[in-house]
């Protein structure tokens, strides 16, 4: 592609043509060298053309969908830059397609995995079941979200018997809403039609088109921040609750009744926790990925409390805060992005998360805790529900 007739002395021409007067007087001097001069720039310009393409790819991918990809807003892809700086390692790989791609015009950017510690998003995900009007109709206090696998039906099933069956609680209206992502491989084919029937029934399904693994856990996380942004932004707050737990919502809500109807995010706060640098960690996320030996304030997904201002906020700094894979810790790092501090709750002893063993007076005073594997929560829920004294 160098031109033939361009040798390299004659190209030391062009470093030299820097200085002014001496150019002139060489192209007055020499067509032919001006001619080089003409192509060597042009070749240089190709060069630093296709360079930035190449640069760029990686950052443009973070925000940009692979099935839609001029969803792209300007400010999205500089917002992002100065966050994806640590993605350089795999642009090298990713970059080598992208050259020989834009050669053939126009430059679509190709699929480019954020790599194991990140996840896809922001990305325009569809709901493929949804309960647009349930909030609106039902105007509730409460929405409880609770993210569980498709498959997953028996879980669904021990909530909606046990704590997520109260719909009024304290005079609130509280509503239970379950998270699902897509199902893939074995058992994928009939499940679709078993849950519109599900949802028929009982209509408290959210389902979007995101595979739902448990590296994934941040996207439905994301997903549900905007549902609530979009269809349940009148209600005061919301409580992501993992399947397992076991939820006082009396307790809950009394501790709602007097809280911020703003900026409120409460839990079990994790203050100071150490970013995991053992590759064999399940929660294990690299220098590049996380410089700081430390996260900052975050709420432990097992259960957190949300006022519903703030869906809309995290959803935006979302935008700017690369997508680690772990949810509640991505949720953190979002509110330092948009400077909000966590809330403690009231006092110790509200949120569990090494399972407290069922004993009612213990349970009649948290707010949340994880349960033992193999807890009967249907019995601990009768057994909690019966009249008299807890204590
Ligand atoms: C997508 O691109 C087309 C053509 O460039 C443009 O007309 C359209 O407005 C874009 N859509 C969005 C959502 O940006
Ligand atoms: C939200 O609440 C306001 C005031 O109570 C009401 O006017 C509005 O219709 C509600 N919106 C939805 C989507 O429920
Ligand atoms: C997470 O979901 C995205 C979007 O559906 C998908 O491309 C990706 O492969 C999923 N990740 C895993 C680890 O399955
Ligand atoms: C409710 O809030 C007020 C003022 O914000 C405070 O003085 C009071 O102690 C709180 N009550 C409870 C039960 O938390």
Known sequence: MLGSGCSMKESQGLLDAGRPGDSRSRCS??????????????????????????????????????????????????????????????????????????????????????????????????????????????????ALMVPVAPQNRADRDIIRRTWGGDSQVLG???????????????????????????????????????????????IKTMVMLEWLDTYCSNASYAMKIDSDMFLNLPNLIHMLINASRTNYLT?????????????????????????????????LGLGYVLSLDLPRKLVEAARDVRALYIEDVYLGLCMQHLGIPLTDPPGPGYFYVFPVSYNRCAFSRLIATTTHENADRTSIWTDFKKPGPFC
């Not at 001069?37 to 991918?61: C, D, E, Q, R």
């Not at 084919?189 to 979007?208: F, G, R, T």
């Open 172 to 218: 609130k209206v509280v509503k239970l809403f379950f998270l699902l992502g897509l199902k893939t491989g074995e058992g994928a084919e009939q499940l679709p039609e078993q849950l519109l029937q599900e949802s028929k029934e009982h209509q408290d399904l959210i389902q979007s088109d995101f595979v739902d693994c448990y590296k994934n856990l941040t």
């Open 29 to 142: 001097s020499s067509r032919r060298l001006c001619f080089c001069f003409i192509l060597v720039f042009a070749v240089g310009y190709l060069f630093l053309y296709f360079n930035s393409t190449k640069w760029w790819t990686p950052f443009k991918s973070l925000t940009q969908s692979k099935k839609s990809p001029n969803t792209t807003d300007p400010s999205r892809v500089t917002g992002s830059t100065g966050a994806a700086a640590g993605l350089t390692t795999d642009s090298s790989s990713s970059g080598t397609d992208q050259v020989t791609q834009s050669s053939s015009a126009p430059p679509l950017a190709p699929y480019v995995s954020p790599g194991p510690y990140l996840v896809e998003y922001p990305h325009q995900y569809h709901f493929t079941i949804n309960e647009p009007q349930t909030c609106a109709e039902q105007q509730p206090f409460l």
């Open 267 to 299: 839990g079990l706060v994790a203050s100071g926790a150490a970013v995991l640098r053992d590759p064999s960690s399940k929660w294990y996320v690299p220098v590049e990925v996380h410089p700081s030996p430390q996260y900052p304030r975050y709420a």
